[in-house]
Antibody, heavy 116, light 110 residues
Framework: QVQLQESGPGLVKPSETLSLTCTVS????????WAWIRQPPGKGLECIGY???????NYNPSLKSRVTILKDTSKNQFSLRLSSVTAADTAVYYC??????????WGQGTLVTVSS | QSALTQPASVSGSPGQSITISCTGT?????????VSWYQQHSGKAPKLMIF???KRPSGVSDRFSGSKSGTTASLIISGLQAEDEADYYC??????????FGTGTKVTVL
């Protein structure tokens, strides 16, 4: 059974960079695509982007200029960096496996608050 | 990239059937057979319920089914149960090779 766990700071200052890591267990990450999805408090889900098995990335056009997703197959981890954050980036951030075109395994989510 | 449109809320009595619609465009739902549905209970991570329009992952009840016509997809929950009370989100692959979620629907079991 694939399991995912997000980790990283729960508080980030405005204009700084949000950095999160997702650790995957139960299978190697090299064979699938892996995604980041976020959910502002009380609101809906938003795809941030994903990295595929070859290392190619696809980002939400509205976030593309600020997002970087990388993977480290030796650690079975992938990561998210979101630069120049504002209060609008406050959300629960989920990592998930993107199997074909759907998200079949999810992490529990981690709340990141942007505040000074 | 605009969110897919879902009704804010749908309700039904136990045992009834309900349908949740998800409306997009020819660049997402209308152009691909990659529509998925997720159930999210309060404070929990979403759970995949339907993929590729009408396929169920192992372990998901056959009370859940999906369909698509043109630019609108639908999730049908039959034999509504108290445990089905949750938020539901649709998602579609898009022509710019990303994915977009719906606005979400709160299902209430009366």
């Amino acid at each position: 059974q694939v399991q995912l766990q997000e980790s990283g700071p729960g508080l980030v200052k405005p204009s700084e960079t949000l950095s999160l890591t997702c650790t995957v267990s139960g299978g190697p990450i090299r064979s699938y695509s892996w995604a980041w999805i976020r959910q502002p408090p009380g609101k809906g889900l938003e795809c941030i982007g994903y990295i595929d098995y070859s290392g190619s990335t696809n980002y939400n056009p509205s976030l593309k200029s600020r997002v970087t997703i990388l993977k480290d197959t030796s650690k079975n981890q992938f990561s998210l960096r979101l630069s120049s954050v504002t209060a609008a980036d406050t959300a629960v951030y989920y990592c998930a496996r993107r199997y074909n075109r759907e998200f079949d395994f999810w992490g529990q989510g981690t709340l990141v608050t942007v505040s000074s | 990239q605009s969110a897919l449109t879902q009704p804010a809320s749908v309700s039904g009595s136990p045992g009834q059937s309900i349908t949740i619609s998800c409306t997009g465009t020819s660049s997402d739902i209308g152009g691909f057979y990659y529509v998925s549905w997720y159930q999210q209970h309060s404070g929990k991570a979403p759970k995949l319920m339907i993929f590729e329009v009408n396929k169920r992952p192992s372990g998901v009840s056959d009370r859940f089914s999906g369909s698509k016509s043109g630019t609108t997809a639908s999730l049908i929950i039959s034999g509504l149960q108290a445990e089905d009370e949750a938020d539901y989100y649709c998602s579609s692959y898009t022509s710019d090779t990303t994915d977009v979620f719906g606005t979400g629907t709160k299902v209430t079991v009366l």
